[in-house]
């Protein structure tokens, strides 16, 4: 029997093993995002506890993430992938599998990921994408779970039937490939390309690639196979096509049921108020949205230009509180619009009426710790409480199957469970916090933008102080000095910034470009891009689902096929996808032309490449995008996107997972051509005139 | 009773294709599982400037096992040498080993080569000794390195799993790895005591929990000598001049540098039977349990694949090879309980091969 301080030393040595693996992965990412906002961008990380300890708690969780992956997760699903084909028909495994693929993509909620995304999706210029993310989003859930549903159970008949995974790439791509050119033909349609190649990357996330590739494993074990290539991979694949295929399908479908894009001030005019009513399902939504979002001309359109209309409707809504958070979505969001955009009658309007108007800027939110783990503890349970379940009972009861080790099967599920909560914490206080400072602040790179959350107010300015100069232009610049620190400092002045009234001057800081500008917009842009593909590579390097996948195959081949190699490979690939993504929303160039070509080269290289790499290399594009990499992708397509003012930021994730195939293929290729070479040059041993029989003694 | 021969080959992957079509034509069923073959490798470019060493690399390579009368062997050696294309150094090898007990479900025990065979007539190595060495993941490389600068051969190395103390500890099994990694080489028997000391001490395997290392007695095989791989384009490389002299001097024995002998005594070792059972995954819990009960210390287990020539849908594919060292005396006693618990019916559908270990060590010397 062990003591109890050899059972902690035990323990100990464990535990510091994980969390220092992880530590690894997690810390270029965390350094080089700190390093960059401090020294490039210049700007002091805000929040740094907060950040810390949320830093902390992504190792803590990563650790036991990836530690019930491989104790409690993945054997169960390699063990009913070895049961299954015994035990149960095909149609029941058909069965299973379509409602594994569903139940994954219930489980593990991309949609909110997707509507993240699309935050900035106007109806007016996009009304289809806004349908699909909005009234449909239903909808679009249910398109993408029976695609992943559909992808899952083709992946077992091509286990049992031996089926190559090429023709089905072949056929999945090529088909969305025609899809993705017909829809770019099509102004409404054009907009849904990215979600739906985005929805690829996203719906196959950390629980269910690991289970899914576990499950494949297991199946291409038992199955009579003759050729013992390392199979059991390409479900994940699957699992990324048909959801493109099946979102590209529904949007095609759906086209009907959305209006034709319209200038702003159009769209919100009383003429068009049913087409824009189908969009959100109420009127009184349209003008809450008008109020909310449109410009000064869509505000006054909205009642046709007549002001005492929308007064008397705002009006209606003070009194009838029920009625405005109907019409804004809910009364946090109309205290918001109080607080952000209304003008100042608007707002007397609502204080006459006896509402308490939030302060003007007052900062909102700074959640208790409390209110921030309950959902992210909730969200773990949702996402692998169902699905283990789920398997048990078909183990147990359909399969009659009893585990050697089931305690150590639970205990896995705890560590996934625990580590998952903790993760998904950690990933909103830490990481998706610094990467939300970074990509705000990333445009100063290349442009001047304006830092309103560090705005101060100088009372009692006096205007006679500003100075002018002569601008780059020729055209004169207004400034004054004030003293930072021990140093008199040129400020810009701005007019608009000081209210006569009360003497009081707002500062809103600017920032950027760097180096003055002196070196063209071009310096700037550059240093975002590599910023982007050093983003991708090191968020990469930290994402579970791709650990996963490396320890797997090798696995599978033995250690023939390395792990590092695999994940440095994707992780190449998946920066130089956030880079083609970063051009595509800094230029607002048609996805089209950046999904297409890639895809095109990757056919060609998948016809060149053997059945093993092709399966290895197209899974690790399912596996990319996950808990990591998103939350940055999103701050740095929202913040770039914002500046630059696109109608939507879709397609960056969506590149992320086309890249890194072409990398691994190609790395792929690279190397089985040397080690062909190599083995070319073998010679035989043999010496002319010596044939020694007599050697085998 | 019958006298068996387990032959083993170790395939190139990109050549493992041709191995598998001829042994299915020849052989009723076979095993396969995959594995990686160590190299040295000149560095060039840029890691050459800074560095004047070699770097280890591998590839990724298919070790089939089968079992068949020794009647057989040479057929199935020289079937294996011509469709692996054996006779170039950095092919792969195949070796055949006696096998003293043989027990097991009837369909899986190894039959005669089913059509007369096509084949050229091999010069086979004879001597031999082949080393299997258990060690934590991770650690294999360092053992793979210090073979190959020995020159001794090129080791395998494939993934394992082991069971033993472990499995005593409850719950708090899992804070220790099970995963091993498995070395596999062949030696001339005149240098093998030697390269295993070697391991010994690479592998510091006089240390508790570091692994453990066995050798047995190996009949005849050709074996890759490719150890190492440099400048490419030379009339005649280094490899090639020492594949050349392998084949004057009938072995490879000639490579042992003078010097690195170790000044140590052989290390006490132990002798006893290796006793491999393959059975089907979820069994083999069950039958190292009977094994336990009979005496064994521990056991090693890595997957492997049965493979069968026709389909044959009641032969049960993903199976766990499992290695039990057992002391002289114990294995019979093994085997009966073994028998006793079924693992040979239909139902469990075993098989167990016994192998004369002659030098085995571990901690405290097993």
Redesign the interface.
């Known amino acids: 029997m062990v003591t109890l301080s050899q059972a902690l030393r035990l323990v100990g040595e464990y535990a510091r093993d994980r969390v220092s693996a992880q530590a690894r992965a997690v810390a270029p990412l965390v350094l080089y995002l700190i390093l960059f906002q401090v020294l490039v961008l210049g700007i002091p990380v805000a929040e740094a506890g907060v950040i810390a300890t949320g830093l902390l708690l992504v190792v803590a969780g990563l650790a036991l993430f990836m530690e019930g992956l491989l104790l409690g997760l993945m054997p169960l699903g390699e063990t009913i992938g070895l049961k299954l084909p015994q035990r149960a028909p095909l149609a029941l495994i058909l069965v299973f599998a379509f409602l594994l693929g569903l139940g994954s993509t219930f489980a593990e909620p991309a949609i909110g990921v997707l509507r993240a995304a699309g935050a900035s999706i106007r109806p007016w210029e996009a009304p289809l994408l806004f349908l699909l993310l909005n009234p449909y989003a239903d909808w679009l859930v249910y398109s993408v779970g029976i695609g992943v549903g559909v992808a899952v159970a083709f992946g077992m008949l091509r286990f049992l039937y031996r089926w190559s995974l090429k023709p089905f790439i072949y056929a999945l791509v090529g088909a969305a490939l025609i899809l993705t050119l017909w829809c770019h033909l099509d102004p409404n349609l054009v907009y849904v390309v990215g979600l739906a190649w985005d929805c690829g990357g996203v719906t196959t996330g950390p629980v269910t690639v690991p289970l899914v590739l576990a499950l494949g494993i297991g199946v291409s074990r038992v199955v009579d196979c003759c050729s013992g290539d390392a199979q059991g991979f390409g479900v994940v694949t699957l699992a990324s096509l048909f959801p493109v295929l099946a979102v590209l399908v529904l949007g095609v479908a759906l086209a009907g049921r959305a209006p034709a894009p319209l200038p702003e001030a159009e769209f919100f005019a009383p003429t068009q108020r049913a087409q824009a009513t189908a969009l959100f399902g109420d009127a009184e939504r349209v003008v809450g949205y008008g109020l909310q979002h449109g410009s000064a001309a869509a505000q006054a359109a909205l009642f046709g230009g007549d002001a005492t209309a929308l007064g008397k409707q705002l009006a209606a809504y003070a009194a009838d509180p029920a009625l405005a958070a109907r019409a804004f979505g809910g009364r946090e969001a109309l205290l918001d619009w109080l607080a952000s955009r209304a003008d100042p009658a608007q707002r007397g309007l609502f204080a006459a009426a006896g509402w308490t108007l939030p302060q003007d800027g007052a900062v909102r939110g700074g959640a208790s710790l409390l209110s921030r783990v309950v959902p992210n503890v909730l969200a773990a349970l949702q996402a692998i409480l169902p699905l283990t379940l789920f398997l048990f009972v078909v183990l147990k009861w359909l399969l009659r199957f009893r585990f050697a080790h089931v305690d150590e099967v639970v205990l896995g599920v705890a560590f996934a469970l625990a580590g998952m909560s903790l993760f998904n914490l950690g990933i909103e206080m830490g990481i998706a916090r610094l990467g939300a400072q970074v990509g705000d602040k990333l445009p100063s790179a290349y442009t001047t933008i304006a830092l309103p959350q560090e705005r101060g107010e100088i009372a009692d300015f006096d205007p006679t102080l500003v100075h002018r100069a002569l601008g780059a232009d020729g055209t004169p610049v207004e400034f004054f000095f004030a003293e930072r620190g021990q140093t008199l400092t040129p400020v810009r002045y701005d007019p608009a910034g000081y209210d006569a009234a009360t003497g009081h001057y707002h500062h809103i800081p600017r920032l950027g470009p760097l180096f003055g500008g002196d070196l063209g917009p071009a310096v700037g842009i550059a240093l975002v891009l590599l910023f982007a593909f050093v983003l991708g590579y090191a968020a990469t390097l930290a994402e579970p689902a791709l650990n996963a996948l490396g320890l797997t195959v090798e696995k599978v081949t033995g250690g023939g096929f390395h792990k590092g190699l695999l994940i440095q490979s994707v992780a190449v690939g998946v920066g130089a996808g956030l880079l083609l993504g970063v051009v595509k929303v800094v230029w607002d160039l048609p996805l089209a032309w950046l999904i297409v070509p890639p895809y095109l080269a990757l056919l060609l290289l998948t016809r060149a490449s053997g059945e093993e790499l092709v399966n290895i290399a197209w899974d690790s594009a399912g596996v990319t995008t996950g808990p990591v990499t998103v939350p940055l992708v999103l701050a740095l397509g929202l913040g770039i996107g914002g500046q630059a003012g696109v109608v939507e930021g879709f397609g960056i994730l969506g590149m992320a997972s086309v890249c890194p195939v072409i990398t691994v293929l190609g790395i792929g290729l690279y190397v089985t051509a040397r080690h062909k070479r190599e083995l070319a040059l073998a010679v035989p041993p043999s010496v002319a005139g010596l044939e020694p029989e007599n050697r085998t003694t | 009773m019958t006298q068996w021969v387990r032959v083993t080959a170790i395939i ?6 041709a191995v ?1 079509r001829a042994l ?1 034509a020849a052989v009723g069923h076979y095993y ?5 073959s160590a190299h040295l490798e000149e560095r060039r470019g840029l890691a050459g400037l800074f560095s004047d060493g070699m770097r280890l690399n ?6 089939f096992t089968l079992f068949a009368p020794a009647a057989e062997e040479t057929v199935l050696l020289d079937l294996i040498a011509d469709h692996g294309r054996l ?5 792969g090898s195949v070796f055949s080993e006696p096998v003293e007990l043989a027990h097991g479900y009837a369909p899986l025990l190894p039959g005669p080569v089913r059509a007369a065979v096509e084949r050229t ?1 091999h ?5 031999l000794v082949g080393i299997t060495c258990v060690v934590q993941r991770g650690r294999a490389d360092r053992i793979a390195r210090e073979v190959l600068e020995l020159g001794a051969s090129v080791p395998t ?3 394992g799993t082991g069971m033993g103390l472990r499995d005593r ?1 409850g ?6 790895p099970a995963e091993k ?1 498995l070395i596999t080489l062949v030696d001339s028997r005149q240098d093998a005591d030697e390269v295993i000391d070697h391991i010994i001490r690479a592998g510091r395997l006089d240390l508790p929990g570091q692994g453990f290392i066995f050798g047995y007695p190996v009949r ?1 095989g050709l074996l890759n ?2 150890l190492s ?1 440099g400048q ?1 384009g030379q009339a005649a490389s280094i490899d ?1 001049i020492a ?2 002299i ?3 001097t ?1 072995g490879v024995a000639w490579r042992s540098a003078a010097g690195a002998r170790p000044e140590q005594p052989a290390r006490r070792c132990r002798q006893g039977t290796d006793l491999t059972l393959i059975a089907p ?2 069994r083999v ?2 039958l190292i349990g009977i094994a336990m009960a009979g005496g064994a210390r521990g056991a090693t287990t890595h ?1 492997l ?1 049965l ?2 020539a026709e ?3 009641h032969l ?3 199976r766990t090879a499992c290695s039990l060292f057992l002391e002289q005396g114990q294995a019979e006693p093994v085997l009966a309980a073994l028998e006793q618990g079924g693992a040979f019916g239909e139902e469990v559908q075993a098989v167990a091969y016994g192998r004369r270990v002659e030098r085995a060590f571990t901690y405290r010397g097993l």
């Not at chain 2, 190139?12 to 294709?17: A, F, G, N």
């Not at chain 2, 396969?32 to 990686?36: D, E, F, N, Q, S």
């Not at chain 2, 010069?123 to 001597?127: H, I, K, L, N």
């Open positions: 190139d992957h990109l050549l493992s294709e598998r299915a396969v599982y995959p594995a990686r591998d590839d990724p390579s298919d070790v006779h170039l150094a950095g092919m007539r010069d086979f190595y004879a001597q190395i494939g993934f500890l719950l708090l099994r899992v804070t220790i990694e005849r000598t490719r791989r490419v090639r594949a050349a392998d084949r004057l009938g995954d979820e819990h069950d997957p694949r493979i069968t389909e044959a849908p049960y594919k993903a």
